[in-house]
């Protein structure tokens, strides 16, 4: 089976904090996303990337950076945490080519306080 | 751009009742459709998906079928149960299979 794995289920960081978070998968996929999510917003892309040290920004961007050294691995990184930036943080991986799912990671719930 | 608009909720039904989610897309070229589904306290699944015009993508009980004339991909589920509550999500992948685009989520509440 796919997995997706999220370093931490919840996490609670303080204003100011520099905060990352890690997403390993273990199929060799190419693509991979940072999402958050928000009661009545759905699903929203901060960034995602398609190989080793390329990245693309998504639709949210701003607060955020990512890592991307290792295949494997894809790291979320808030430089400065803000209590807006309090959600729910999914990650997936895929496959880069047409017709193929997402694979998701269990979720980070993060409270910034 | 690409976009998925999906059907608001909640949606609350009671065991046995028919069920219907709405989504609607726009994209370019010919991209493939698929339905998640999140169960309290955990990631998304896959639930179904179809990846060309006229395709039915099946699952549990749940069917929808790719329609490029409506561009649409309607969630349906004939007989619900109470353990299919949890929140739905349509999304597509555009065709270079690089932007995973979600719908809002619809939110299903299923009584006995």
């Not at chain 1, 998968?25 to 991979?32: C, F, K, L, P």
Request: hydrophobic content about 35%; glycine content about 8%; proline content about 2%.
């Amino acid at each position: 089976d796919v997995k997706v794995t999220q370093s931490s289920r919840y996490l609670v960081k303080r204003t100011g904090e520099k905060v990352f978070l890690e997403c390993v998968q273990d199929m060799d996929h190419e693509n991979m996303f940072w999402y958050r999510q928000d009661p009545g917003l759905g699903l929203r892309l901060i960034y995602f990337s398609y190989d080793v040290k390329m990245k693309e920004k998504g639709d949210i961007p701003e607060g955020y950076s990512v890592s991307r050294e290792k295949k494997e691995r894809f790291s979320l990184i808030l430089e400065s945490a803000s209590t807006n930036q309090t959600s729910m943080y999914l990650c997936a991986s895929s496959f880069r080519r047409m017709n193929t799912e997402a694979f998701f990671g269990q979720g980070t719930r993060l409270t910034v306080v | 751009g690409n976009s998925v608009t999906q059907m608001e909720g909640p949606v609350t039904l009671s065991e046995e009742a028919f069920l219907t989610i709405n989504c609607t897309y726009t994209a370019t070229g010919y991209p493939s459709l698929f339905w998640y589904v999140q169960y309290p306290g955990e990631g998304l699944q896959l639930l179904l998906k179809a990846t060309k015009a006229d395709d039915k993508g099946s699952n549990k009980g749940f069917e929808a079928t790719y329609r490029k004339e409506t561009t649409s991909f309607h969630l349906e589920k004939g007989s619900v149960q109470v353990s299919d509550s949890a929140v739905y999500f349509c999304a597509l992948l555009n065709q270079a299979g690089t932007a995973l685009i979600f719908g809002k989520g619809t939110t299903l509440s299923v009584s006995s």
